[in-house]
Structures are given as C-alpha cells and as structure tokens.
C-alpha cells in the first residue's frame, strides 16, 4: 500500500460535480421527481450532465449554460401518472456552484493514475501541497460535469496534465484547443488561468509545490471546512510545518542536500527501513522539497533555500503524543548520521513537540560543529575584553574617556582653576601681593604642626596677629 507513494506523477482528482442525479446539487437534498418544478438561477452560469432521462412538471433554464446528456438521456413531459415518493409537486433548486474554489484542499483527493482512491495511507501532504502542484496531474471524472473558481494570486497555474469528459489533455497544443471550445467557459472562471505543460519534474531532488503565493486561499478555504480555527493541540510548543495550515505535535526534519540527493530514493527509503516497522505502526509521514524564506535581521525578506522537509505525526494521545514520531525522527537522524554521503545529505535538523516537552528540542549531525564554533567564539571573545581589562588596570592601555555634558553639571561644576604658574588670585579690593610658592610651602610647613590645625592665608593681617 505504501508503494504508490513512491511513484513519480502525483494524480489529484476533482471532487464535487455538478451532475443532474447528484442529490446534493439540489437544495431539498433529492433529485427532482415528475411532479416538481426545476428551477435553474437566471443569471447562474452551468454545466450539468445528464446521465439519465427523467420527467418533469416544468423546468426554468439559464441565461447561460449547458446541459450535457449522455446517451439516452433526456426530459418529457410528466403525463400525470403516480411515481412512488413524488406527491410533493416542490419546487426544486439547483444549488450554488460558484463557490467550489481550486484551491480548496478539502475538493481534492490522491488517486492511482487509473481514477481508483488511495488508500488512507501513512503518506500525507502538508496543506498546500493537496491542491495540485505544478507538475502534478489534474483529474475529473469521466461522465461528470463541474464547475471551479480559479481565483489565485498568479496569472498562470501551471499543471502537467487534465483530464476531464474521459479526454486527457497532456500538451499545450490539446489544451489551447480545449480552451477555445463551448463547455471550458463554463467549467472554468476567475482571474487565474490554467496551463498545461506536459513536462515532468526536471530535479531527481525534487521541485517545489509553488502554492506557496495562494497559501492565504488554501488556509482561508480548510479552516472555514473546520470551524475556522485550527484544532489545540495536545502538545507544548506544536510545531508549524512549512506549507501546513495549522500547528502538529511530533516531529519535523529539515534537510541540506547535494547534488546527488534523489527524492524518491530516499523516499522509498525511509518507507521500507523505518515507516514500515510495527513500533511506527501508528506514525504518518509527509516529505517533500520546500523554499524556506531567508530574511537579513529577522525583518527584511532576503532570499529562499530550497530544502527537504519531512513532517512526522502519530496517534498517540495524552503525554504520549507524538513520542513515536520523535523516536522515527531520531531514527532518521541517525541514519543521516551514518549515510549522510551516500544519500546526499549535507546536514539536518530535527524539530520535537511531544505531549511531555514544554518546548522544542532542536538536535543535527551537522549542528556540533556550529555549536563548538559558537561557544568557542564566545570563549574568546570573553578572553579579548579581560585582556582589555587588565592592561588597562595595570596602565599599559589607556583608552580615550569620553564625557557628555549635561545641564544639571554645568552649575555644580567649579570655576575653571587658574594657569599652574599663578598661585594666587586677584582681589579688586586690595593690592596685596600673593606670596611666592617657595614662602608659602614654607609657612605652612611651620604650621601645619601646631595642634593639628588647618590654617589659611588672609591678605588682610599678618601671620604675628593671627597668633595673639
């Protein structure tokens, strides 16, 4: 079951139809019987097969649209005649379609190329990735009719193949041609217009969904199928994979790859070593290739780096969730650790959100050396600013002292002193002589020793009165 996984073309196919027979179409939830009344909106655009002939009181047709009847369908007058269970005589509604949008993930299903359903397997796709990607091929049921908004953020939504009314369109040219016929206006509006290429993936390492610029729509779309809010998890710190719409308990691994790294090698890998084991009976796994932004500062998109991520959850409950998933994740990793060349893989990095861990536990085969590096960096820069420290104690380094001034010093601040040869200073009272350096060093000398006291200078008497 799990090697269809492996398979190079991706095949999606369209759910909802716009089929006469499908009770879900109408908004009484049945189809109309021969005493009802049909009634198509005037200005609603349609495309309905019919697989079947039936009979009817009345019908009101579009302004636009088409019916698509397939052989020995019709419609005949009801001649009056009972049918069993069509008494009612209601009037009967054909329902919206205008709201069944492509980037809804929930109107989408993986299929084999032959139409069958995939099994609910251990392989998942993030989000974005459910929604046909550039390279994948695109498939409505034969005997169906169909209505899609193609609203997106791109002009052109690039796909390898379409398949629809039993016809597959695998090259530019069959598709031009469809494009040009009656029924595409109908199946297909909105602002974004499909394009078949016919080409597969060029990279044996895989290409990128690029859904990325119409994620808001996918989420907008999932969440609103759920109650427009993504579901608590029952983990601490859930992890938030790239092109998922909501936060998982488990594990994610991020993968740095060579040249020499193949996809669907290491795919099949991890599926038959690891996925297949019965200890990870209960773990799902989703792997693709993924542009991860790279910003300057945290702020400013910078670039994207192209990398494998692998997504792993489990259905464990209570403290256990998403423990298997991190067993499987540290299997991978050491698996990488051991390969890594062989398989090329450069580096990797394991993210974990279980049940009992308030946060993420982060852990490489690739990450020791950046983790030596970094402490051995703070290391020396410790030793470089103690260095700094103790030449500058010891007076071997003087560094330049810079000094703000601020208004509250200015009227603290002294007056600036005089010039080193002036002693003295002048008082426009007198004209009294400031005694020389030598004198002065000399009385206080003879002073200084008296009773300890402190002495001063006056101009106004001399040194025999100040001792009477």
């Known amino acids: 079951l799990l090697l269809p996984a492996a398979a190079t073309a991706v095949y999606k196919q369209w759910i ?46 579009p302004l636009n649209g088409e019916l698509v009847l397939a052989s020995g369908a019709g419609f005949a007058a009801f001649d009056g005649s009972w049918e069993p269970g069509c008494d009612s005589g209601a009037t009967v509604r054909f329902a919206d379609a205008e709201h069944h949008a492509w980037f809804d993930p929930t109107l989408w299903q993986a299929v084999s190329p032959g139409g069958e359903l995939e099994p609910g397997g251990r392989i998942f796709s993030v989000d974005e990735e459910r929604v046909p990607c550039r390279y994948d091929d695109v498939m409505f049921q034969p005997e169906t009719s169909f209505r899609v908004n193609v609203d997106s953020s791109r002009r052109v939504i690039h796909l390898r193949s379409i398949s629809l009314m039993g016809q597959m369109l695998s090259s530019p040219e069959a598709w031009a041609g469809y494009l040009q016929g009656p ?87 991890l599926v038959q070593a690891l996925l297949s084991q019965p200890k990870y009976a209960g773990v799902q796994m989703a792997i693709s290739k993924v542009h991860k ?8 998109p910078r670039s994207s780096t192209p990398l494998i991520q692998i997504v792993l959850i489990d259905d464990e409950t209570g403290a256990q969730t998403g423990t298997a998933a991190e067993q499987m994740a540290a299997d991978i990793m050491e698996d990488i650790a051991q390969h890594s060349e062989a398989l090329g ?33 703070l290391l020396f820069g410790l030793l470089l600013l103690g260095g700094i420290l103790f030449l ?14 601020r208004p509250w010093d200015r009227a ?40 300890h006291q402190v002495f001063y200078l006056n101009p106004l008497y001399d040194a025999s009165e100040t001792e009477t």
Request: charged share 20%; glycine share 10%; net charge neutral.
């Open 412 to 451: 603290e601040d002294p007056a600036s002193p005089a010039p080193a040869s002036d002693k003295g200073f002048d008082n426009p009272m007198f004209n009294v002589e400031p005694p020389s350096a030598g004198a002065g060093e000399e009385m206080l000398q003879e002073m200084a020793p008296r009773d």
């Open 345 to 377: 893989i450069s580096s990797g990095k394991m993210e974990v959100a279980t049940g009992s861990t308030f946060s993420k536990q982060v852990g490489s085969h690739a990450l020791s050396r950046i983790t030596v590096g970094t402490v051995f960096g």
């Open 16 to 61: 909802p139809n716009t089929n006469f027979e499908t009770a879900s179409n109408w908004d009484n939830g049945r189809v109309p019987c021969a005493s009802d009344v049909v009634h198509f909106e005037k200005n609603k655009v349609v495309s309905v097969f019919v697989r079947s002939p039936h009979a009817l009181t009345d019908m009101y047709l």
């Open 293 to 300: 932004a790279r910003t300057f500062l945290g702020v400013i």
């Open 183 to 269: 029924s595409a206006p109908l199946q297909f509006h909105g602002n974004g217009t499909l394009q078949v290429t016919g080409t597969d993936c060029p990279d044996k390492s895989g290409c990128a969904c690029e859904n990325g610029l119409d994620g808001h729509r996918i989420c907008t779309a999932l969440l609103r199928a759920s109650g427009r809010q993504c579901p608590a998890p029952a983990c601490q710190s859930p992890l938030q994979p790239l092109g998922h719409c909501c936060r998982v308990c488990g594990a994610t691994i991020s993968l740095d790859f060579t040249p020499d790294f193949d996809l669907q090698k290491y795919r099949g890998r």
């Open 392 to 405: 500058y104690r010891k007076g071997k380094l003087r560094l330049p002292a810079l000094r703000v001034p």
